[in-house]
């Protein structure tokens, strides 16, 4: 009975001491982290969600004129609020400029870095964490960036 205290003691301290990144489930290995994107759409879709905000929309393709329906992830919504993005950032039909960083694999998906807005307005998604910023957004409380 006493080993299996130790035991368990030393286990609950490896795990105490381990980093948070080493810990995490999400990582960058499915996207080309040396690649940029830099697209023009239109929003079909904004999910102010967790574990991660998704922005879709549609891109003509300039060789032939076909559309294609591209993804971009961001961080959590508790997150992003500090980079001031909001779930009311974006509605469908709104022209967008979506620098990502884009899927290995080469299916249109992504992580977003940045989304200039209609009205010229830049959002960085990459200052999406507590801490990076000095305040928070201006414009209204955090709470209006949450449904009710």
């Known amino acids: 009975m006493e080993k299996k205290i130790v035991l368990l003691g030393a ?6 001491v381990t980093p948070m990144s080493l810990r995490a489930h ?3 290995s499915v996207f080309d982290m ?4 830099t697209l023009k ?5 904004w999910d102010w969600s967790n574990p991660h905000c998704l922005l879709q929309f549609d891109v003509k393709n300039n060789e ?3 559309v294609v329906h591209w993804i971009g ?3 959590n919504p508790g997150n992003m609020v500090y980079a001031g993005w909001a ?3 974006f509605k469908p039909g709104d022209e967008v400029t979506v620098t990502l960083v884009p899927a290995k694999n080469g299916r249109p998906f992504g992580r ?5 807005l209609p009205n010229g307005k830049t959002l960085d998604a990459d200052k999406g964490a507590p801490g990076t910023n000095d305040s928070a957004p201006s414009g209204g409380s955090k709470s209006d960036n949450y449904s009710k």
């Open 11 to 16: 286990m609950m301290l490896v795990l105490s």
């Open 26 to 28: 999400h990582g960058t």
């Open 34 to 37: 040396g690649k940029a994107l």
């Open 41 to 45: 759409g239109r929003v079909t879709e």
């Open 64 to 66: 032939d004129g076909q």
């Open 73 to 75: 992830e961001t961080q």
């Open 87 to 89: 779930k009311v950032s």
């Open 112 to 116: 977003i870095n940045q989304v200039v």
